[in-house]
């Protein structure tokens, strides 16, 4: 079984990225892991990684403030310190439909790509911006990516999202329910239910968040979902090799 260990230990360098006015925002970063786990078995799945930036105040808004050229340089750098962590278990890299867009597929076999990585499309809404030749370019490329034997999900879908990538005849490794739909459905586990069977029609695998205690686990588990995450189960971060 996978060991925890405190977050302070484990340091990694990092390119600096810079803001406008010339400053670099942090030169090292962290990992926090979230644990996905199998709702039918209690076993950890994997753990979603994610990202703690030294001298910055907001990681999520730094982020989001980012060109995409630089989100995938820094989903890059998380690949090569994945390698330093046990292979036992699925990681879940986040990253943006704006920053798959810029992807360079030609250049998709040329990056080592450990087995047990999943590439989670973060931000699903940005599909209705999206033209349709967007739309068919980012479709072609998540089929290149799967067809390298790289998972593609989605986060953070609701009913409205799966339907809609279900019209667009999407097919995915797995979606994550996004939390605040789960606590939605809760009270009606009927409905939890479909929503979850409307998840199998896109994807393999389908993910509940937003477990927080017993009585949320057991309604996920009852609605059908493969997977579960939340602060039902504590965020770590594994030992390296």
């Known amino acids: 079984m996978t060991n925890s260990r405190s977050l302070q230990n484990s340091h990694f360098n990092y390119t600096a990225f810079f803001t406008k006015t010339g400053h670099a925002c942090h030169s090292e970063f962290t990992f926090k892991f979230e644990p996905i786990v199998n709702l039918s078995s209690a076993q950890t799945f994997g753990y979603e990684v994610l ?95 799967e067809a390298n034997g790289i998972p593609v999900w989605l986060d953070d879908v609701d009913a409205s999202l799966i339907a809609t990538f279900a019209a667009a005849n999407w097919r995915l490794s797995g979606i994550k329910l996004d939390k605040h739909a789960f606590w939605a459905l809760s009270a009606s ?22 477990i927080e205690n017993h009585q949320q686990k057991d309604i996920a588990l009852r609605s059908g979902a493969d997977l579960g995450q939340g602060y039902f189960w504590p965020a770590l971060l594994p030992d390296r090799k």
Not at 107 to 122: A, C, G, H, K, S
Not at 190 to 209: D, R, W
């Open 189 to 210: 586990p009927h409905k939890l239910h479909q929503v979850v069977l409307m998840g199998y029609n896109i994807a393999t695998a389908v993910l509940i968040e937003g």
């Open 51 to 145: 990202t703690q930036l030294h001298n910055c105040t907001n990681t999520e808004l730094f982020f989001g403030k980012l060109p995409p050229e630089r989100l995938l340089r820094h989903f890059f750098q998380q690949l090569t310190a994945i390698a330093h962590y046990p292979q036992d278990r699925w990681y879940f890299l986040n990253i943006p439909m704006n920053a798959l867009l810029h992807w360079d597929l030609f250049n998709l076999e040329m990056v080592y790509y450990p087995p047990n990585v999943i590439i989670e499309i973060q931000d699903p809404e940005t599909f209705f911006t999206l033209d349709l030749p967007q739309r068919s370019k980012l479709f072609e490329k998540v089929q290149h990516i």
